[in-house]
């Protein structure tokens, strides 16, 4: 089946929304996410939750980064990039339509590079990106810090929930349409992977991800799977 939201990706770009208010961090952290960052990414929360602004933007909002990433991986990746996902944060755009009946396909050359970081300026925009959290997004606690049920765990993720349409969980396997997950353990704070699974459209209401209504039950087997998703561990 060819993508249904191919004609999305003629719809008009307008310029990203002003951010809501000044960043409110010092240092060089804070002057690094001014001079680069935010020509890319929201780090404060953004006043316009429409449509038009989740389509213009070039990067995934921020202002809620401390919340949702762990330290070292951010200093890490900021220093040696590496896509997270296949198409970029807008994957309409990298899209390019299939001939002779063929299924639409991403064009990697649309789909622009992070810049790197010198060890220096990942770590003081890790320290700045590790203060701007959201109250109210991110419930501490969310995850009970279960040990899953692997073989449950990743059946709810690839066939029960329809999670692997979208995301991967190893190298090679599931949708690109949305982030890969193989990396999750090590990027993804366990209470930020549990929050976003009961409500996606609390952090953004118009995200491509679908609320599931999922039970608890499957929210917490689902959180403790992915958090085991590492660089180098078996999948």
Same mark, same amino acid.
């Given at each position: 089946?060819?993508?249904?939201?191919?004609?999305?990706?003629?719809?008009?770009?307008?310029?990203?929304?002003?951010?809501?208010?000044?960043?409110?961090?010092?240092?060089?952290?804070?002057?690094?996410?001014?001079?680069?960052?935010?020509?890319?990414?929201?780090?404060?929360?953004?006043?316009?939750?429409? *449509?038009?602004? *989740?389509?213009?933007?070039?990067?995934?909002?921020?202002?809620?980064?401390?919340?949702?990433?762990?330290?070292?991986?951010?200093?890490?990746?900021?220093?040696?990039?590496?896509?997270?996902?296949?198409?970029?944060?807008?994957?309409?755009?990298?899209?390019?339509?299939?001939?002779?009946?063929?299924?639409?396909?991403?064009?990697?050359?649309? *789909?622009?590079?992070?810049?790197?970081?010198?060890?220096?300026?990942?770590?003081?925009?890790?320290?700045?990106?590790?203060?701007?959290?959201?109250?109210?997004?991110?419930?501490?606690?969310?995850?009970?810090?279960?040990?899953?049920?692997?073989?449950?765990?990743?059946?709810?993720?690839?066939?029960?929930?329809?999670?692997?349409?979208?995301?991967?969980?190893?190298?090679?396997?599931?949708? *690109?349409?949305?982030?890969?997950?193989?990396?999750?353990?090590?990027?993804?704070?366990?209470?930020?992977?549990?929050?976003?699974?009961?409500?996606?459209?609390?952090?953004?209401?118009?995200?491509?991800?679908?609320?599931?209504?999922?039970?608890?039950?499957?929210?917490?087997?689902?959180?403790?799977?992915?958090?085991?998703?590492?660089?180098?561990?078996?999948?």
């Amino acid at each position: 089946m060819k993508n249904p939201f191919k004609l999305l990706a003629l719809a008009a770009v307008v310029p990203m929304a002003m951010l809501a208010s000044p960043l409110a961090q010092a240092g060089n952290g804070a002057d690094l996410l001014k001079a680069q960052c935010v020509s890319c990414h929201a780090v404060t929360k953004p006043s316009s939750s429409s *449509v038009e602004r *989740v389509l213009s933007r070039k990067g995934p909002d921020l202002y809620f980064a401390g919340s949702k990433f762990r330290r070292e991986w951010l200093e890490a990746w900021l220093q040696k990039p590496v896509a997270i996902r296949s198409g970029g944060a807008m994957f309409l755009n990298a899209l390019q339509p299939g001939t002779g009946g063929a299924f639409d396909s991403l064009d990697p050359a649309k *789909v622009p590079p992070h810049p790197a970081l010198s060890a220096a300026d990942a770590r003081d925009a890790t320290e700045a990106l590790m203060a701007l959290r959201a109250d109210g997004l991110v419930e501490p606690g969310s995850f009970k810090n279960e040990a899953p049920n692997a073989s449950m765990a990743a059946l709810l993720f690839n066939k029960l929930r329809g999670c692997a349409s979208c995301h991967s969980a190893k190298p090679g396997a599931g949708g *690109v349409s949305g982030a890969e997950l193989a990396t999750a353990g090590d990027r993804l704070q366990p209470d930020f992977i549990a929050s976003y699974l009961r409500d996606p459209q609390k952090f953004d209401p118009h995200v491509w991800m679908p609320r599931l209504d999922l039970n608890e039950g499957d929210i917490q087997k689902l959180t403790a799977y992915l958090s085991t998703l590492k660089q180098g561990a078996a999948k």
